[in-house]
């Protein structure tokens, strides 16, 4: 039997909340000095483990260097929000 989605129960999409936290995170150290701790990403979205996650997937990318526990943006990405890339 296949899973239905239960009427009225509106349930978020995982790969939105994603996309939604990684460029919360990737704007966060492009608009604040740099670099950042993946810790204190963690108190800025209120959420440890999800930071782990958004920089992993960030770095993966190739939108953030990572060097130990410290992120920053690529020389891409910078440019990349210079220019207003992405945000049509």
């Known amino acids: 039997m296949r899973d239905q989605p239960i009427r009225g ?3 978020p999409d995982r790969c939105t909340d ?3 936290r990684d460029s ?3 704007s966060l150290m492009l608009h604040e000095a740099w ?3 993946v810790q204190e990403i963690g108190r800025e979205i209120r959420d440890p483990s999800e930071a782990i ?3 992993r997937r960030l770095t993966e ?3 953030v ?3 130990g526990d ?3 943006p690529t020389r891409t990405a910078r440019r990349a929000a210079e220019i207003e890339i992405g945000t049509a």
């Open 9 to 11: 129960v509106d349930i």
């Open 61 to 63: 990318s190739g939108l």
């Open 35 to 37: 670099p950042w701790s």
């Open 70 to 72: 410290f992120v920053f």
């Open 18 to 20: 994603e996309e939604q």
């Open 65 to 67: 260097h990572q060097i």
């Open 53 to 55: 996650d958004s920089v």
């Open 24 to 26: 919360a995170v990737i």
